[in-house]
């Protein structure tokens, strides 16, 4: 056949969109590809007011969420498949609304213009009733509230210390404070990480004139992310407390366990009752609680994440966010770990006193084995014996048999005129019939053995 030229590709040809010059995509390929994108940092315009909220999604729907969101005015419109990302930001007029479901929480986050005088009295009531959202629409939130902030973010000069100090009175309350520089532009952000009445915390982040709305956007997201995460972080420091006793009672147990397993008159089934029900207990510790431990490591290393992120500046007299934020949460993540670390190596040693426990079982079970097998040799030795003694009388009968027979055909022959002597022939034939049977019997015990060994 004549080869056919390739037809050579222009770059004209590359830039047309229907042209498709590369292998069959991956099914994931571009969900993967636009993760990256999935949820993009606010632009936000100072001063300004955002108001989070972050609620258990656990027993919590898509549906659900969607239903909620359909309520706000304007949102008609919204489809369940606006949703299937994960993440909408619904535009209004005046303010922002967006929503974030991840594995275990949702976040809605509103951004609107800061009220007049909001600093200056810092009422969590008043701040409310300005809100642009209904406070029936966020009361109604589908969920469980893990995390609330209201956090202002305004303008201001960050080398004043005493005018940020006197901006962030009211709306701190007056109480400890910490504060850093966030960043090479400075801002500055301040807290005190307290619950007021309203249920809210309160972040004031002090930006200098010029800040583009990306980055006041970006310190935001991690402010809020690094307070969600630190929240639910803590949520394996209950359980872990509540393990507490559950794993001194059973380490004591086990250790009675292996004490017992040292005295040898103890019962092997009763200690293998205990050990079952003990490992079961264990099991389903683990299998409840260890998902809350991982996940408690997961978000510590979220915290650790978002703190390297913020490249504080510490403030001279005051506490860093994320110095405060380590050292309280520290001691909480080093008790979760101890107590699933506790928890593995309580199952490896039940596991191995298990293995202990099989191991006395078979050598007791080998030992009963051998007596069985010894008693069983004992008892063949005598069948053979008994069997001998029996092939014997077998041949001396079956001997005394023939004789007879022949004793009976001498006199036959006597009575029939032959010059015989029916006890003389008798007598002299018994060892050759005794030597036969003997023979005989050989023979046949001989085919008997070749029968079994095939």
């Known amino acids: 056949m004549p080869s056919v030229a390739p037809t050579a590709v222009t770059p004209a040809d590359l830039s ?173 952000v301040m807290t005190d990480f307290r619950l007021r009445d309203s249920g809210f915390e309160h972040l004031l982040v002090i930006s200098p004139p010029g800040t583009t709305e990306l980055r006041v956007g970006r310190i935001s997201q991690r402010l809020l992310e690094l307070e ?35 005295n040898a008159d103890t019962s092997d089934q009763e200690l293998l009752n205990t050990l079952i029900g003990l490992a079961a207990r264990i099991e389903r510790a683990t299998a409840t609680h260890m998902y809350r431990f991982s996940a408690t490591m997961a978000y510590h290393s979220l915290v650790v994440q978002r703190i390297e992120q913020l490249h504080e500046t510490p403030i001279p007299g005051t506490q860093t966010v994320g110095e405060f934020m380590l050292r309280r949460l520290s001691p909480a993540m080093a008790t979760v770990q101890a107590t699933s670390q506790r928890l593995s190596s309580l199952s490896q040693r039940v596991e191995r006193a298990s293995a202990l426990l099989r191991t006395r079982v078979d050598i007791a079970t080998e030992s009963q084995n051998q007596m069985l097998l010894e008693k069983l040799t004992k008892g063949q030795e005598l069948q053979l014996r008994l069997q001998s003694t029996v092939e014997g009388l077998s041949i001396a009968a079956i001997a005394y048999y023939v004789v007879s027979l022949i004793l009976y055909v001498g006199k036959a022959g006597k009575a029939a005129g032959l010059p015989l002597n029916p006890e003389m022939l008798a007598g002299a034939l018994i060892p050759l019939v005794l030597a036969g049977v003997w023979w005989g019997t050989r023979q046949i015990h001989k085919k008997l053995t070749h029968s079994a060994g095939h």
Not at 50 to 56: M, Q, S
Not at 65 to 79: A, F, I, K, M, V
């Open 228 to 262: 969600t995460y630190r929240l639910m972080a803590l949520r394996g420091l209950p359980v872990a407390k509540e393990m507490g006793p559950l794993l001194m009672q059973a380490e004591s147990q086990l250790a009675e366990i292996m004490a017992r397993m040292e």
């Open 16 to 188: 047309t969109p229907s042209l498709r010059v590369l292998p069959p995509d991956d099914a994931q390929r571009r969900v993967l590809h636009n993760e990256v994108h999935a949820r993009p940092s606010a632009r936000i315009r100072m001063p300004a007011l955002v108001v989070y909220v972050a609620v258990l999604n656990e027993g919590i729907t898509r549906e659900m969420e969607w239903q909620h969101l359909r309520q706000l005015p304007g949102q008609e419109g919204l489809t369940l498949e606006h949703l299937s990302g994960n993440f909408q930001r619904l535009r209004f007029a005046n303010h922002t609304l967006k929503w974030e479901r991840h594995t275990e929480f949702t976040r809605y986050s509103l951004v609107q213009a800061l009220p007049e005088d909001a600093l200056a009295h810092g009422d969590d009531d008043t701040l409310i009733r300005s809100l642009v959202l209904a406070p029936q629409w966020l009361a109604t939130i589908p969920g469980r509230t893990v995390a609330a902030i209201m956090m202002a973010m305004v303008e201001g000069d960050v080398d004043d210390l005493e005018s940020m100090r006197q901006t962030s009175e009211s709306w701190i309350e007056g109480r400890e404070t910490m504060a850093s520089l966030l960043g090479l532009r400075r801002s500055c």
